[in-house]
């Protein structure tokens, strides 16, 4: 069973920032957040990983919560082709567990 | 374009036939999975393989049998499936299979078992 909790669904206005939050009350001291999103139709895509630090790329920034039990995925300034399902995960980085997709948060970016 | 090709695109195949799914990595990683993604369902990590040996096998029928020759290339060959097996099959890669934990994936193979 996954270990996050999101939304099942999120609407946004294109050119506002969509926040997705993310709750992870059980996680270890050793586990990341991971963040991947799914177009429809197409394979997965990495975003953004963090483990207790504010972390920001190119596509995201990932704010996690002092105590780590929940974080906030946002995309500044939401496209249409953000529209996607965005999956939460925690793991261990350097241990043989595998990524373990949750039912994720369906973001709708809408003109 | 994430550096990891798969073919064909999509797939329609009698219960009765033989095919096979193929899957490349352009990334130079050493870590190749097979998932299958069925409608309204998660992902379910079907295979990994490291360095061209397979290192987890969840419990997949053996009607899917998978092929790592090297660790460029993966391949899934299917036969005798069910209608049940329908569904999106997606090939990942990562630097390694324990620390290098951004998985990259292909576009997928969307099959359909008439």
């Not at chain 1, 926040?19 to 992870?24: A, E, F, I, R």
């Not at chain 1, 920034?61 to 946002?74: G, H, V």
């Not at chain 1, 261990?92 to 973001?107: D, E, M, Y």
């Not at chain 2, 352009?26 to 299958?36: F, P, Q, S, T």
Request: net charge neutral; glycine share 6%; charged share 20%.
């Amino acid at each position: 069973d996954a270990k996050t909790t999101q939304p099942t669904s999120m609407d946004c206005a294109e050119g506002r920032a969509a926040n997705l939050p993310c709750n992870h009350s059980t996680i270890s001291g050793n586990e990341y957040v991971y963040w991947y999103r799914q177009i429809h139709s197409q394979g997965p895509q990495y975003i953004i990983h963090g483990l207790k630090n504010n972390e920001t790329n190119e596509m995201a920034s990932l704010i996690i919560t002092e105590d780590r039990k929940s974080s906030t995925l946002i995309l500044p300034h939401a496209t249409l082709r953000d529209t996607a399902v965005y999956y939460c995960i925690v793991k261990a980085r350097g241990s043989q567990g595998n990524l373990i997709f949750g039912k994720g948060t369906k973001l709708s970016v809408k003109p | 374009e994430t550096g990891v090709t798969q073919t064909p695109r999509h797939l329609v195949m009698g219960m009765t036939n033989k095919k096979s799914l193929k899957c490349e990595q352009h990334l130079g990683h050493n870590a190749m999975y097979w998932y299958k993604q069925s409608a309204k369902k998660p992902l379910e990590l079907m295979f990994v393989y490291s360095l061209e040996e397979r290192v987890e096998n969840n419990s997949v029928p053996s009607r899917f049998s998978p092929e790592c020759p090297n660790s460029s290339h993966l391949f899934l060959h299917l036969h005798t499936l069910q209608p049940e097996d329908s569904a999106l099959y997606l090939c990942a890669s990562s630097q390694d299979h324990t620390g290098g934990d951004e998985q990259y994936f292909g576009p997928g193979t969307r099959l359909t078992v008439t």
